[in-house]
């Protein structure tokens, strides 16, 4: 605010200056009431640029640009407007009609991979308390995740695919709130040809793209739309749903954005911004944008000219030394580790050349999957004709390779129709490979999660028989683990994402990088409690000490999420819901097992037979997630029960507990 003492003093030009200031800060900055308000940044040099609230590594550079992150690992950067916006109607109580636009881009030192992405996040608070720049966006706290009390709402532009809260890949755009678990999220492009035709846009590509997001307050329709800077705005909007925000966000909110870096380098940029309540937002001026700064080149920071002179001196290299060039590359390409205790696993072994040309070059084209431990391609062995998966795990060190590689070669002689076969193995620095059959209908959490896949990865559910024989195989698989092959195998991470299935829909089991072995005659062996949460015995915690049993608790938690069609811990739900098995525990108590079972089966079309068969299955997945160890079943006897051999011993004594 002006000095009133200034008035009455001559206009100086430090004076003049000042008025100045406050009427391009009136014109840019629309006060905030309860019939509407917004903003607009048209790149954010000058007086407009500088009125927001910034925190963490969030910065205004010189040429105009708003950068969330700088190019540094585990930060945080956030860019709110000062001050809060009406967005509850004072008469009804209703949220009012909103609408945003704004141009952002993704820089990341590495092609394909970057941070946690951007929000543009509707907030109480321009104070965040997000946890580390490692995840969350840097909007909220891992322990205040979904927390009715978050009050938060937020557009999430995700490029990091986290199966913990079901992301659907490395590249989406989702509805969030007080979580990161998405409420509807879609891969991320834009639809042309009136919605018949989508075309794929690639978030760190480093090229700026344009977000639009439509609120109407009447019916509560959410809309986000994206673009490409050179398109104008599509007709039909890219995610769309239906979202009561009366009751999530508070009369008074900040609007802004939140970005995180994570593991990777990556700068978080936003162009430009527009925002309007009660009315549509103005349109940002595309032409007059500030530039961002050139795209890395191999990490550097070069100019242009230093690009052209590296280029020239590049190619004349190569034309002097061509023939010594191509034969040193070609060597490093295909350079692999191999050390002399290999040799007796030489027929397991497969060269790293070969992978490369299974696999088309791992070409992106050929990515299947993402997961925690490495990226899974498919592939097709040159010589067999035969596709297989390839898995590459990366690792700076391994103490224990050799053992590591032993029981890798050790699982390559399983043999079970249940069981996912493994062909063996290529190492070369920094990382190894794993070949196994490649299963054309992925995994079984696909299509027992669907509300966590949008509509573009839509996956037909499965009925009763489908998943009935599911479970009998994947019994039959740990059973031959147990007890038929020649070591005792304990897999230690039973669960729907580790079942792949076929083109005939039979389960195999997968992924064996938890799995341990011992000799037949011993009862068990020690090692760390590792494995995925909500699956793992509660012994482990006090023993360690990995057992039988222990995969069978693991089972018996699949087989609840097979019948009730959801993850064994679910934050968001209500207090008596989030955890599967107890859940179930409190429904057999009142004799209403069955409203567990997932909707989709629809108990009240099938025959008597189907319902008992479900209430089999329940009550066995109960049997096998005692948390007493020694009342657990052997799988021998869990598949006695599933075929009808054996009777379910009786709950009644679980059922009658308070525990």
């Given amino acids: 605010m002006i000095n009133p003492s200034l008035l009455l003093r001559p206009l100086t030009k430090s004076i003049i200056h000042q008025m100045v200031r406050l009427l391009l800060l009136l014109l840019f900055i629309v006060p905030v009431s309860a019939n509407g308000g917004g903003v607009f940044f048209n790149g954010f040099t000058g007086v407009g640029g500088v009125n927001l609230s910034l925190a963490g590594t969030a910065k205004i550079t010189s040429d105009g640009l708003l950068q969330l992150t700088t190019k540094k690992t585990h930060?945080?950067?956030?860019?709110?407007?000062?001050?809060?916006?009406?967005?509850?109607?004072?008469?009804?109580?209703?949220?009012?009609?909103?609408?945003?636009?704004?141009?952002?881009?993704?820089?990341?030192?590495?092609?394909?991979?970057?941070?946690?992405?951007?929000?543009?996040?509707?907030?109480?608070?321009?104070?965040?308390?997000?946890?580390?720049?490692?995840?969350?966006?840097?909007?909220?706290?891992?322990?205040?995740?979904?927390?009715?009390?978050?009050?938060?709402f937020f557009v999430e532009l995700d490029t990091i695919d986290n199966q913990e809260f079901g992301d659907i890949n490395n590249n989406h755009v989702g509805f969030d709130i007080n979580t990161i678990r998405s409420n509807s999220s879609i891969t991320a492009g834009y639809y042309t040809d009136g919605g018949r035709r989508f075309e794929n846009l690639t978030l760190v590509s480093g090229d700026p793209m344009q977000v639009w997001v439509d609120y109407d307050g009447v019916t509560m329709r959410m809309e986000v739309t994206l673009a490409p800077i050179?398109?104008?705005?599509?007709?039909?909007?890219?995610?769309?749903?239906?979202?009561?925000?009366?009751?999530?966000?508070?009369?008074?909110?900040?609007?802004?954005?939140?970005?995180?870096?994570?593991?990777?380098?990556?700068?978080?940029?936003?162009?430009?911004w527009s925002f309007q309540l009660n009315g549509n937002t103005r349109d940002l001026e595309i032409s007059t944008l500030p530039k961002l700064p050139p795209k890395s080149i191999n990490g550097g920071r070069r100019n242009l000219l230093a690009v052209w002179i590296s280029v020239g001196v590049t190619v004349f290299v190569l034309a002097l030394l061509s023939g010594v060039v191509f034969t040193v590359t070609r060597r490093k390409k295909f350079a692999q580790v191999y050390e002399d205790w290999e040799k007796e696993y030489e027929s397991c072994r497969f060269s790293y050349k070969e992978l490369y040309k299974t696999t088309r070059g791992f070409r992106t084209s050929s990515l299947i999957g993402v997961?925690?431990?490495?990226?899974?391609?498919?592939?097709?062995?040159?010589?067999?004709?035969?596709?297989?998966?390839?898995?590459?795990?990366?690792?700076?060190?391994?103490?224990?390779?050799?053992?590591?590689?032993?029981?890798?070669?050790?699982?390559?002689?399983?043999?079970?129709?249940?069981?996912?076969?493994?062909?063996?193995?290529?190492?070369?620095?920094?990382?190894?490979?794993?070949?196994?059959?490649?299963m054309p209908n992925g995994g079984l959490d696909k299509y027992l999660f669907q509300h966590e896949t949008p509509s573009s990865s839509y996956r037909a559910s499965l009925h009763w028989n489908q998943r009935f024989h599911i479970i009998k195989g994947v019994a039959a698989g740990l059973y031959y683990l147990h007890e038929e092959w020649e070591k005792v195998v304990i897999h230690r991470d039973i669960k729907a994402s580790?079942?792949?299935?076929?083109?005939?829909?039979?389960?195999?089991?997968?992924?064996?990088?938890?799995?341990?072995?011992?000799?037949?005659?011993?009862t068990s062996m020690t090692t760390k409690a590792i494995g995925s949460v909500g699956y793992m015995a509660p012994e482990l915690a006090t023993t360690g000490?990995?057992?039988?049993?222990?995969?069978?608790?693991?089972?018996?938690?699949?087989?609840?999420?097979?019948?009730?069609?959801?993850?064994?811990?679910?934050?968001?739900?209500?207090?008596?819901?989030?955890?599967?098995?107890?859940?179930?525990?409190?429904?057999?108590?009142?004799?209403?097992?069955?409203?567990?079972?997932?909707?989709?089966i629809n108990l009240t079309?099938?025959?008597?037979?189907?319902?008992e068969e479900v209430e089999l299955v329940l009550n066995l997945g109960l049997l096998c997630s005692n948390p007493l160890a020694t009342e657990r079943p052997n799988m021998g006897h869990v598949i006695e029960i599933l075929e009808g051999i054996a009777p379910v011993p009786d709950l009644s004594e679980i059922f009658n507990t308070d525990a």
């Fill in 75 to 152: 930060v945080k950067g956030s860019a709110f407007h000062p001050l809060p916006f009406r967005f509850k109607d004072p008469t009804s109580g209703k949220i009012v009609s909103f609408s945003s636009t704004f141009v952002f881009a993704v820089r990341s030192k590495f092609k394909q991979l970057s941070g946690n992405g951007i929000v543009f996040a509707i907030s109480p608070t321009i104070n965040l308390s997000g946890d580390t720049g490692s995840q969350f966006f840097g909007i909220v706290k891992d322990t205040d995740l979904g927390k009715p009390t978050n009050r938060l």
């Fill in 230 to 272: 050179n398109l104008s705005k599509p007709a039909v909007p890219l995610l769309s749903s239906t979202i009561n925000l009366t009751d999530i966000i508070n009369d008074d909110m900040y609007v802004g954005f939140s970005s995180a870096t994570g593991s990777f380098l990556t700068s978080h940029y936003i162009l430009g």
């Fill in 371 to 438: 997961g925690g431990f490495g990226r899974v391609y498919k592939g097709m062995l040159p010589r067999s004709k035969l596709d297989v998966a390839v898995k590459r795990i990366p690792h700076e060190s391994m103490q224990n390779m050799k053992d590591f590689i032993s029981e890798v070669v050790s699982m390559c002689q399983l043999r079970h129709r249940n069981i996912i076969r493994q062909h063996g193995y290529s190492r070369r620095k920094g990382e190894l490979l794993l070949v196994y059959d490649f």
């Fill in 498 to 522: 580790n079942v792949l299935l076929d083109q005939d829909f039979n389960a195999h089991v997968s992924d064996f990088g938890l799995a341990r072995l011992y000799d037949h005659g011993s």
């Fill in 545 to 600: 000490r990995i057992t039988k049993a222990t995969d069978v608790f693991s089972f018996g938690i699949f087989l609840l999420e097979v019948v009730c069609g959801r993850r064994p811990l679910e934050v968001e739900l209500a207090e008596e819901k989030r955890v599967l098995v107890d859940w179930v525990l409190e429904n057999g108590k009142r004799g209403k097992i069955v409203d567990t079972v997932d909707s989709r």
């Fill in 605 to 611: 079309e099938q025959g008597n037979k189907v319902i």
